[in-house]
């Protein structure tokens, strides 16, 4: 929710900040989102592991960057042309968002296979995590939009997120080694 | 009993006048919820006014004398006509946010040969200016529906340039983000015909007002600042070149003031007031695409 919200940011020096441009955004990052959902379900069929796991978050992480580098000559290439802004803001977006949000959206349903144990479980499992990732979501967007928008610029927030996605992944390979010992 | 009765239907009475936002001796002429505000224009008893309304807060966007339409009726406005004595006889314009239109229809006027490009984000304000405010569209005045950031870049890519640029796209309420940001402003000087200005209609009061100083100056170096005592606005005036001396300014002024008499425009009090006195807080962080909470400091004071 984080990255959707600086979308809209990043978008508007080319695109305005029209409805069109939060259209275009949450139309993207839904679609993203859908399609990482199925793939991770996928991908949790195969021996899934921790370490496979903390392998998203390092993926999502090094995608995550270079969106900073390439917005703006994205940008330009779609400015140069698409005239109308409703589409030159859907295909931006695209471009720009859909790697980063599809990987985000694996994480979820592998987290799912990774923490059931047993099938009567499985309800309450998928339960929590949803419960986790949504509050998750709201924090992130009342702290970007509220306060870190005020404090740090647009790509260092970005960074930040990029951080967070590393170290979590790290934390995730590293306890696969915990896991083996116990 | 009685009394009871009287005094529940005055409570009730005020209520509905305190929802429709609008005071007793005030005509709600139309209404109209468009994709960005609720749209009012309202007869007042000496005006007719334009308003832009979010709940209960409702802010004047233009305001013009029934009696006398060519009077401005706007401290802001008058002001912005200090554009005039940085740019005496400007043959392109640009205007970004037409409310009312009183300024392009006002340098139509008294332009003989200008050519104004009025760039507006809300279809519905134009219509509402048509047909309540006498805003006339023609080969020499055209409109343009479109986000203003959008509009400038765009006529960058086809190397257009214009005289003068007028930025007047902050409703008071909220304020554009991307319009205000020293990117956007160095776009809009590079749109400048050399010998251009900037005339930009901004707030005096809130921290804003520090933030976006120094971003004027990053982006064109010293500026004029138009501050009068009445009013909560300020005008800023930019130029693309150096700033024309004291000299200038008051034989421009001189020159309009005939034509500028039924405006009610003081013009000749304006080169005094011009000011490229640092008044604010020069630490404070320009605005960038990057950093840009323009409604967040403007709520700060």
Redesign the interface.
């Known amino acids: 929710m984080s990255l959707e919200l600086l979308g809209g940011?990043v978008l508007?020096?080319?695109?305005?900040?029209?409805?069109y441009v939060w259209g275009s955004i949450i139309t993207v990052f839904m679609l993203s989102l859908s399609v990482g959902y199925f793939i991770g379900g996928r991908l949790s069929l195969h021996s899934p592991s921790l370490a496979k796991f903390g392998c998203m978050f390092l993926l999502a992480a090094a995608i995550l960057v270079p969106v900073i580098y390439l917005a703006e000559p994205v940008m330009i290439w779609v400015?140069?042309r698409i005239?109308d802004?409703r589409y030159g803001s859907l295909a931006a977006s695209l471009v720009l968002f859909v790697a980063p949000t599809v990987v985000l959206g694996m994480i979820s349903p592998y987290s799912v296979r990774l923490l059931v144990r047993r099938r009567e479980e499985s309800g309450k499992v998928a339960g929590t995590l949803y419960f986790v990732s949504t509050l998750g979501s709201a924090l992130g967007t009342l702290a970007t939009s509220?306060y870190f928008?005020?404090w740090?610029?647009?790509?260092t927030i970005i960074v930040v997120l990029a951080g967070t996605l590393l170290l979590l992944g790290a934390l995730g390979i590293c306890c696969r080694g915990l896991d083996r010992h116990a | 009993m009685h009394d009871i009765r009287s005094i529940a239907s005055a409570i009730l009475l005020a209520c509905a006048v305190a929802s429709a936002g609008v005071a007793a001796d005030q005509q709600v002429l139309h209404r109209e919820q468009s994709l960005y505000h609720t749209i009012l224009v309202v007869a007042e008893p000496t005006r007719l006014c334009l308003k832009f309304s979010v709940r209960n807060n409702t802010r004047n966007q233009s305001c013009v004398d029934p009696h006398d339409s060519k009077r401005m009726v706007f401290g802001y406005t008058r002001m912005m006509m200090a554009a005039l004595l940085v740019v005496p006889e400007p043959e392109t314009v640009l205007v970004a946010g037409l409310g009312g239109g009183t300024l392009p229809t006002a340098l139509a006027a008294l332009l003989p040969d200008v050519r104004i490009d009025v760039v507006e984000i809300d279809p519905a304000v134009v219509k509402v200016a048509r047909t309540y405010f006498d805003f006339q569209e023609n080969e020499r005045v055209r409109v343009h529906i479109r986000d203003a950031r959008v509009f400038v870049k765009r006529a960058l890519q086809r190397g257009r340039q214009y005289d003068l640029v007028i930025l007047d796209a902050y409703s008071g309420d909220y304020i554009p983000e991307h319009l205000m940001t020293a990117e956007f402003l160095d776009e809009t000087r590079k749109l400048l015909a050399p010998g251009g200005a900037v005339v930009a209609n901004t707030l005096a009061t809130s921290q804003l007002y520090d933030h976006e100083s120094e971003t004027y100056r990053l982006v064109f170096g010293e500026f004029f600042n138009l501050r009068v005592s009445t009013s909560n606005n300020r005008v800023i005036l930019a130029t693309n070149g150096p700033l024309p001396n004291k000299a200038t300014l008051r034989a421009n002024s001189r020159t309009w003031r005939p034509a500028l008499g039924p405006y009610d425009v003081p013009i000749t009090s304006y080169p005094r007031r011009l000011s490229t006195k640092v008044d604010w807080d020069p630490t404070k962080r320009p605005l960038t695409d990057q950093y840009s909470p323009a409604n967040l400091l403007k709520g700060s004071r």
């Open positions: 940011r508007a020096p080319w695109f305005g900040s029209s409805i400015f140069d005239e802004p509220f928008v005020l740090f610029e647009m790509d």
